[in-house]
């Protein structure tokens, strides 16, 4: 990744013990979760957020069972692209991070996309695909 393309993490229990993630940028998983799938999400300007597909809030609606789990605790030289805000008024912006190296970027998202995909949540498929296509 470092002579460019995307390194991606998606959810994963791997590393919550501490550790942190093989990955070339270090990673470590936390217990952060948003169970509520209608969590209100304030997007930034981050580019990744803009093409192939622009990413708006409408495409957080549908999600199922929840927003997330498993979000990093600890991420130096990441920036983080979005905000989920639970009920209680607890604010997530750790949920998806990008970092760059060399060339390339490490993307960590602990979104729960493994249950959006397969319920065809249009918004989530968006949202991967520019996970996939991003060249910064």
């Not at 013990?17 to 270090?26: A, F, M, V």
């Not at 304030?42 to 957020?49: A, F, R, V, Y």
């Not at 809030?57 to 199922?64: A, E, I, Q, R, T």
């Not at 319920?119 to 991003?134: D, E, F, R, S, T």
């Amino acid at each position: 990744v470092e002579g460019g393309g995307n390194f991606v993490v998606t959810y994963t229990t791997a590393g919550r013990n501490g550790t942190e993630l093989p990955t070339p940028l270090p990673v470590v998983i936390g217990r952060d979760r948003v169970t509520e799938e209608d969590a209100p999400i304030t997007l930034s300007k981050h580019p990744i957020l803009s093409s192939p597909n622009e990413i708006t809030s409408s495409d957080f609606n549908y999600w199922v069972q929840e927003r997330g789990l498993y979000f990093p605790k600890s991420y130096e030289g990441f920036t983080e692209v979005l905000t989920i805000t639970e009920s209680t008024g607890t604010n997530y912006s750790n949920s998806t991070v990008v970092g760059h190296y060399g060339k390339g970027s490490v993307i960590y998202t602990g979104l729960s996309l493994f249950r959006e995909l397969p319920a065809g949540v249009p918004g989530a498929i968006k949202l991967l695909q520019n996970i996939l296509h991003y060249d910064h």
